[in-house]
């Protein structure tokens, strides 16, 4: 059995377009992954900052990287799948996404850095970002969520990225039901080949 990790930034919860984007993927995701979902909302995210920030650097500087406050970075490295679902927020996603992120950005769980580089440690074949968007940014060098989670997957070592976006879903004139239907549909389509 394969862990396909959900990473839940759908910040307005039922009412969340992205999230039906979500629900259209793991619909079709096959029965050899089991699903842990977080949703980032509900969890106990900081950012780092004064003693928290402090220690986190003298839990690494000792060693201690089982101690619980590192369990997302074990839960993200160990994922055979990892799934974030995010809405277009100020040109890339919710901070609450980043700040998870800055979480599981631990030397020697997720990455590891030596005289050599920086190499990956996360065994996820594939990170998938699905994604809601008021504009049409796709194409837009303004678009900034998707690059950096590109970026980020590569990274960790992750093997592959695929974004799935809905685009125009406010622009006045546009249907945006009709764009939604078809991101579901490819997101569908994707988790089918997983």
Same mark, same amino acid.
């Given at each position: 059995?394969?862990?396909?990790?959900?990473?839940?930034?759908?910040?307005?919860?039922?009412?969340?377009?992205?999230?039906? =984007?979500?629900?259209?993927?793991?619909?079709?995701?096959?029965?050899?992954?089991?699903?842990?979902?977080?949703?980032?909302?509900?969890?106990?995210?900081?950012?780092?900052?004064?003693?928290?920030?402090?220690?986190?650097?003298?839990?690494?500087? /000792?060693?201690?990287?089982?101690?619980?406050?590192?369990?997302?970075?074990?839960?993200?490295?160990?994922?055979?799948?990892?799934?974030?679902?995010?809405?277009?927020?100020?040109?890339?996603?919710p901070a609450l996404l980043k700040v998870?992120?800055?979480?599981?950005?631990?030397?020697?769980?997720?990455?590891?850095?030596?005289?050599?580089?920086?190499r990956g440690l996360c065994r996820a074949?594939? =990170?998938?970002?699905?994604? @809601?968007?008021?504009?049409?940014? @796709?194409?837009?060098?303004?678009?900034?969520?998707?690059?950096?989670?590109?970026?980020?997957?590569?990274?960790?070592?992750?093997? /592959?990225?695929?974004?799935?976006?809905?685009?125009?879903?406010?622009?006045?004139?546009?249907?945006?039901?009709?764009?939604?239907?078809?991101?579901?549909?490819?997101?569908?389509? =994707?988790?089918?080949? =997983?």
């Amino acid at each position: 059995m394969k862990t396909a990790l959900y990473i839940d930034c759908c910040i307005r919860g039922a009412d969340s377009r992205t999230r039906a =984007l979500a629900e259209a993927f793991f619909s079709s995701l096959g029965p050899e992954y089991e699903t842990e979902r977080l949703y980032l909302p509900e969890e106990n995210l900081a950012c780092f900052q004064g003693a928290y920030f402090d220690q986190r650097e003298r839990l690494l500087a /000792a060693g201690e990287r089982d101690h619980p406050r590192f369990r997302y970075a074990r839960q993200f490295a160990r994922a055979g799948l990892i799934v974030a679902a995010a809405p277009f927020w100020d040109l890339s996603f919710p901070a609450l996404l980043k700040v998870y992120i800055e979480q599981v950005s631990v030397d020697g769980i997720t990455f590891q850095s030596g005289e050599a580089g920086l190499r990956g440690l996360c065994r996820a074949e594939r =990170l998938v970002f699905l994604t @809601t968007r008021g504009g049409f940014y @796709t194409d837009s060098p303004d678009e900034m969520g998707s690059r950096y989670l590109e970026a980020m997957s590569r990274f960790f070592g992750i093997g /592959a990225y695929s974004c799935v976006a809905a685009d125009g879903m406010d622009a006045a004139g546009f249907d945006g039901p009709a764009s939604l239907r078809r991101a579901c549909r490819e997101a569908a389509a =994707l988790a089918g080949t =997983l």
